[in-house]
């Protein structure tokens, strides 16, 4: 906001009387956008599910544009981001919430994924495993499924990548989530604290703060951050370590911020779903292909992507995992810029294609907004 378009208004009364007058407009203009969306799906007939009623395609577009217009604030790109998915979650909710699976329990990073990607007018799912988030998304109890593939640090989640070997799922979006790991827990200090537990990966994410802050104090890792959280609430002495959202779960004080060792730790997840999407206007393609069982010598890997370099198409990242054929036979996972759509990433990806002995769309998707 520039200097001209602030509040002239210096009287605190009246200042408050405008910003009553503003959220009046403000909710008429919410409960007028849910009419419209009621009208959206009313257009589209009789659907079995909401699933039908949901394009991420067409989200991203809208959630790009909210970008575009705050680029003079004065809030954050993150929280007007935060606003309009909320809104468009309540909207799309009249029609029936989404189900979402992800892998739990509550109070995990990938629930706050579910709630950044989604909003939180959703049913959000926990499951044990990431083969039952997939299993559930398959067999339609949930309409799509919120899973880690990557960590700025750890690397890649390789039990993610794995399922896409038998699976027939798509990917549907992908969520990059800042990793801020808080000290939780019911004392009154750190002083009472004799124990933290939590993951092993978040034990040694917040390494070094421990040893500053908590040298004598014994680390013991959990199966999750959640189960660090339960055992924190039900036993004295205990801390945990872990999002907001397991503090609001289990009843536990944010005793200390960001006790994270790295400020660029963030996670990668991607959202599976049962369908291929159209193309938002800014977006990736994720396919996986083997080289064929023919082929030798040397150069292969280079000869079977030179199709990509030639129609310009950019790599973004390049996994290789067994491929459960045969030993030392490898299958390869690629993100490209880009909609399997377009001409010249469609023409680039017909050429691998054909030079493969399996090859697969994984899914063509938005990139990831704020």
């Given amino acids: 906001m520039s200097t001209e378009d602030k509040p002239a208004v210096t009287d605190l009364s009246e200042i408050r009387r405008r910003i009553d007058d503003i959220d009046t407009r403000i909710q008429a203009l919410i409960s007028e956008r849910a009419r419209f969306a009621q009208a959206v799906g009313e257009s589209k007939g009789k659907l079995s599910s909401a699933v039908e009623y949901y394009r991420p395609e067409r989200e991203a577009e809208?959630?790009?544009?909210?970008?575009?217009?705050?680029?003079?604030?004065?809030?954050?790109?993150?929280?007007?981001?935060?606003?309009?998915?909320?809104?468009?979650?309540?909207?799309?909710?009249?029609?029936?919430?989404?189900?979402?699976?992800?892998?739990?329990?509550?109070?995990?990073?990938?629930?706050?994924?579910?709630?950044?990607?989604?909003?939180?007018?959703v049913r959000a799912l926990p499951f044990h495993t990431i083969d039952e988030v997939f299993q559930e998304v398959e067999s339609g109890a949930a309409d799509f499924g919120v899973v880690p593939i990557e960590n700025s640090t750890e690397g890649s989640v390789n039990n993610t990548l794995d399922m896409f070997l038998t699976s027939p799922l798509k990917i549907g979006g992908e969520i990059e989530l800042r990793i801020e790991q808080h000290l939780l827990g019911s004392e009154a200090g750190l002083e009472h604290i004799e124990r933290v537990c939590a993951h092993e990966q978040s034990l040694a994410q917040c390494r070094g703060w421990l040893r500053e802050y908590l040298p004598h104090v014994e680390l013991i890792g959990m199966s999750s951050n959640a189960a660090g959280a339960r055992r924190a609430r039900d036993e004295a002495g205990t801390a945990a370590i872990g999002p907001d959202v397991a503090a609001a779960v289990y009843d536990l004080k944010i005793l200390v911020n960001n006790i994270e060792d790295r400020a660029d730790n963030a996670t990668r997840f991607l959202v599976i779903g049962r369908g291929l999407l159209a193309a938002s206007g800014n977006d990736k393609t994720t396919i996986l292909f083997?080289?064929?069982?023919?082929?030798?010598?040397?150069?292969?890997?280079?000869?079977?992507?030179?199709?990509?370099?030639?129609?310009?198409?950019?790599?973004?990242?390049?996994?290789?995992?067994?491929?459960?054929?045969?030993?030392?036979?490898?299958?390869?996972?690629?993100?490209?810029?880009?909609?399997?759509?377009?001409?010249?990433?469609?023409?680039?990806?017909?050429?691998?294609?054909?030079?493969?002995?399996?090859?697969?769309?994984?899914g063509a998707y938005p990139k990831a907004v704020g």
């Fill in 62 to 121: 809208v959630l790009r544009r909210v970008l575009e217009r705050n680029d003079e604030g004065p809030l954050r790109d993150e929280e007007m981001l935060r606003l309009f998915r909320e809104i468009m979650s309540a909207c799309l909710a009249q029609q029936e919430p989404l189900k979402v699976g992800f892998l739990g329990p509550e109070g995990t990073f990938t629930q706050n994924a579910v709630f950044k990607h989604f909003g939180h007018s």
């Fill in 290 to 362: 083997s080289t064929s069982d023919t082929a030798g010598g040397s150069g292969v890997l280079y000869n079977l992507l030179k199709p990509l370099a030639d129609a310009g198409v950019s790599m973004t990242r390049i996994e290789s995992r067994p491929s459960r054929r045969k030993n030392w036979d490898y299958v390869f996972f690629i993100d490209l810029e880009g909609h399997a759509s377009e001409e010249h990433v469609g023409g680039a990806l017909a050429a691998l294609e054909e030079k493969s002995s399996l090859f697969r769309v994984l």
